[in-house]
């Protein structure tokens, strides 16, 4: 049994609407440069600390059971869109 208290749960009805991608050269170019500068300054990184594995248990087992019981109990309306 986990003796960790209860995280929070949060779920959000869908949304239209989507991502305002670069849609003008301009906007375009501003991206890739700032993609570019990320790359730049990532190269040159280094640390003295280990790199841990994901804790799948953590990041999405436990909070999909939290979740599981929201997502079977909604109306067969809602999850057939």
Known sequence: MDSAPP???ALFAFAEGGVEWPTSPPRA???GAA???IHR???GFHTTAGYRAFDL???F???LRRIRAYLTD????DRAA
């Open 41 to 43: 300054v990532a190269d």
């Open 35 to 37: 993609f570019a500068q």
């Open 57 to 59: 248990e953590r990041l």
């Open 7 to 9: 995280a929070p749960v």
């Open 74 to 77: 909604s109306d067969a309306d």
């Open 61 to 63: 087992q436990a909070p």
């Open 29 to 31: 170019y501003l991206l």
